[in-house]
């Protein structure tokens, strides 16, 4: 290579890092304007572990009381129920997860988690059920309703390694957990909690937040997708309606996107720090049952 040459080369490379760096922090910066604003909007959780009767049975349930509002004001109430046998189960499985041989690890890894756990969300699955009951709505409306839910729970780190003291962090993580020493799950494999184990302790991340949406609405007959980005390093929804919006076109459908570690982010609009589609890649979807 002439001197020429790599005096270029070095200066685009250059170009690159000082790309991703901004990239990097506008990504810290969202991050941490969301944690402020589900600090700020958020009530607190009624969480409960009881008894409950159901199918002539006597079942031992973790329960949370959730109030909120989606994203156009309107309010919400309902309680999200899990078994405890099912969620020790899960986490027991979870752990036992092995990665190798995985030629998409994270769309498979997605996967393997959203089919283990959808039937046991039926209880979840109800709840939300009775308030489509109670007020009829459109599908947009209804996926806006069950989004706004999770989007309304307090952001929260999930580590593969323990979670250590504030001081040992730096920026947004270190102020983070220096407001809210609590808002950190450690020792969870690939960093990433079983949509069972959101709804015991409801601490997630992104991927952790996706993974349990899509869940849910692959149960309620949606055309629903993941997106990841390795840039971003970063986990969004995607739904395929029939919508105006930011999108990522994939096998021939749009899929909007959706934001959802806090509030106020709607169907189809990516915050600037995040919204390039050339950075998103779709690793799982769900296709409806037409019949």
């Not at 000082?18 to 607190?44: M, W």
């Not at 979870?94 to 283990?116: C, D, I, R, V």
């Given at each position: 290579?002439?001197?020429?040459?790599?005096?270029?080369?070095?200066?685009?490379?250059?170009?690159?890092?000082?790309?991703?760096?901004?990239?990097?922090?506008?990504?810290?910066?969202?991050?941490?304007?969301?944690?402020?604003?589900?600090?700020?909007?958020?009530?607190?959780?009624?969480?409960?572990?009881?008894?409950?009767?159901?199918?002539?049975?006597?079942?031992?349930?973790?329960?949370?009381?959730?109030?909120?509002?989606?994203?156009?004001?309107?309010?919400?109430?309902?309680?999200?129920?899990?078994?405890?046998?099912?969620?020790?189960?899960?986490?027991?499985?979870?752990?036992?997860?092995?990665?190798?041989?995985?030629?998409?690890?994270?769309?498979?890894?997605?996967?393997?988690?959203?089919?283990?756990?959808?039937?046991?969300?039926?209880?979840?699955?109800?709840?939300?059920?009775?308030?489509?009951?109670?007020?009829?709505?459109?599908?947009?409306?209804?996926?806006?309703?069950?989004?706004?839910?999770?989007?309304?729970?307090?952001?929260?780190?999930?580590f593969q390694d323990p979670c250590q003291a504030p001081e040992n962090y730096q920026g947004w993580i270190q102020e983070l957990?220096?407001?809210?020493?609590?808002?950190?799950?450690?020792?969870?494999?690939?960093?990433?909690?079983?949509?069972?184990?959101?709804?015991?302790?409801?601490?997630g991340d992104c991927d952790t937040r996706t993974v349990f949406l899509f869940s849910v609405l692959s149960a309620f007959n949606?055309?629903?997708?993941?997106?990841?980005?390795?840039?971003?390093?970063?986990?969004?929804?995607?739904?395929?309606?029939?919508?105006?919006?930011?999108?990522?076109?994939?096998?021939?459908?749009?899929?909007?996107?959706?934001?959802?570690?806090?509030?106020?982010?709607?169907?189809?609009?990516?915050?600037?720090?995040?919204?390039?589609?050339?950075?998103?890649?779709?690793?799982?979807?769900?296709?409806p049952d037409l019949n």
């Amino acid at each position: 290579m002439s001197k020429g040459a790599k005096n270029k080369f070095l200066s685009y490379r250059g170009l690159l890092v000082i790309a991703a760096l901004v990239v990097l922090r506008g990504l810290i910066d969202l991050v941490h304007l969301n944690v402020q604003n589900s600090t700020q909007t958020e009530q607190p959780s009624n969480t409960e572990q009881l008894w409950i009767e159901k199918d002539q049975d006597s079942v031992l349930v973790y329960r949370h009381g959730r109030s909120w509002q989606n994203n156009y004001g309107k309010p919400y109430q309902t309680k999200l129920t899990v078994r405890y046998d099912d969620v020790a189960q899960a986490i027991a499985a979870h752990k036992q997860m092995n990665p190798e041989g995985l030629t998409s690890f994270w769309g498979e890894l997605y996967a393997q988690m959203a089919q283990e756990s959808g039937p046991k969300l039926d209880l979840i699955l109800d709840a939300f059920y009775q308030i489509y009951l109670q007020q009829p709505m459109s599908a947009e409306l209804f996926a806006e309703m069950v989004v706004s839910c999770i989007q309304n729970i307090p952001y929260a780190l999930v580590f593969q390694d323990p979670c250590q003291a504030p001081e040992n962090y730096q920026g947004w993580i270190q102020e983070l957990l220096a407001e809210c020493p609590d808002c950190c799950l450690g020792d969870q494999p690939f960093g990433l909690q079983t949509p069972l184990g959101f709804m015991q302790n409801l601490k997630g991340d992104c991927d952790t937040r996706t993974v349990f949406l899509f869940s849910v609405l692959s149960a309620f007959n949606y055309d629903v997708a993941i997106l990841n980005s390795d840039v971003y390093r970063h986990s969004i929804l995607g739904l395929n309606l029939p919508s105006a919006g930011q999108y990522k076109l994939f096998q021939g459908k749009k899929y909007l996107v959706w934001e959802t570690t806090a509030p106020n982010h709607i169907m189809g609009v990516l915050p600037p720090q995040i919204s390039n589609m050339n950075f998103w890649n779709v690793v799982l979807t769900h296709s409806p049952d037409l019949n």
